[in-house]
């Protein structure tokens, strides 16, 4: 009479072990287009500085739901080595908004946890940025987790030219030879280095282009685009946007 008992204690322990609860998978590294900001100010009458202002914003409050739900690395696009031609009033609010965001992050960062490294041609920056940006990263050299990667004066184009003038110069030190350079190589010569390819590419505001974000890094990212307006994109949006990427089949080129 034990018999059956003891088969149905160890049916359900097994049904337990053998049905655990899926973990979502949610992607190591998400990139964003912080696209839309000037139309979300003209639909509400606002002067375009206003659309720059919120769209700050919700890069804070993405940046710590990134960190709340598990992420490892969020890269954001802030400003593109196109964005130059804009007017000099435009390009200046911006980088007000910048200087704003790295003063409050030194004051924040270790208290929330938030490594902070800035990737693109930072030379062009005012001495002012580039000694904030230093800062930050100082910082961040003593604080482990979630990383967020912001890109100013980022080209995907002039992220490559960079790296294949250092690998040249190496070459004619004598420190790398051409016939031995490997894509894994080549990658240490980027701006990303040591930050893994993002699996998750999102471009908000409808625009169907990456514009030169990433052309390197992006060989396999699944993109995902939406209408919404960067100002508008919320903690719900980036849900959705990893909902659409957990039900796709990547493949890498292979088959299955
Ligand atoms: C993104 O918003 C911010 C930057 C490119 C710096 P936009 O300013 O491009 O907004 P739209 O595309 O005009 O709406
Ligand atoms: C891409 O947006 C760059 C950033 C969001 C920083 P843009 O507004 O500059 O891109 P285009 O001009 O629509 O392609
Ligand atoms: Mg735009």
Not at 31 to 50: E, F, S
Not at 149 to 174: L, M, S
Request: hydrophobic share 35%; aromatic share 10%; net charge positive.
């Amino acid at each position: 009479p034990i018999g059956p008992g003891l088969e149905k204690i160890t049916m359900r322990l097994f049904r337990k072990k053998a049905a655990p609860a899926q973990p979502r998978r949610i992607p190591t590294h998400i990139a964003i287009v912080m696209d839309g900001n000037g139309r979300w100010a003209k639909q509400r009458g606002l002067p375009r500085p206003a659309g720059h202002k919120a769209g700050a914003e919700s890069f804070r409050t993405i940046a710590n739901y990134a960190k709340s739900i598990g992420l490892q690395y969020l890269t954001v696009y802030a400003f593109s080595t196109e964005n130059w031609k804009r007017p000099a009033d435009e390009v200046n609010t911006i980088m007000g908004l910048l200087k704003q965001y790295m003063l409050e992050a030194i004051d924040s960062m270790e208290r929330d946890q938030i490594r902070l490294r800035f990737l693109g041609d930072l030379s062009a920056l005012s001495p002012e940025l580039q000694e904030l940006a230093r800062r930050t990263n100082e910082i961040s050299s003593h604080i482990q987790g979630f990383q967020a990667n912001v890109c100013i004066n980022y080209g995907g184009r002039d992220e490559i030219i960079h790296a294949a003038r250092r690998f040249a110069a190496d070459c004619v030190n004598g420190v790398k030879k051409p016939e031995e350079l490997t894509e894994a190589d080549f990658a240490h010569y980027l701006y990303t280095d040591g930050i893994p390819d993002p699996e998750l590419i999102i471009r908000p505001s409808g625009e169907l282009r990456t514009s030169n974000f990433l052309l390197w890094q992006s060989a396999y990212a699944e993109y995902y685009f939406t209408d919404v307006l960067w100002p508008d994109f919320d903690e719900s949006e980036l849900d959705k946007a990893i909902a659409s990427y957990q039900k796709r089949e990547r493949r890498f080129g292979g088959r299955k």
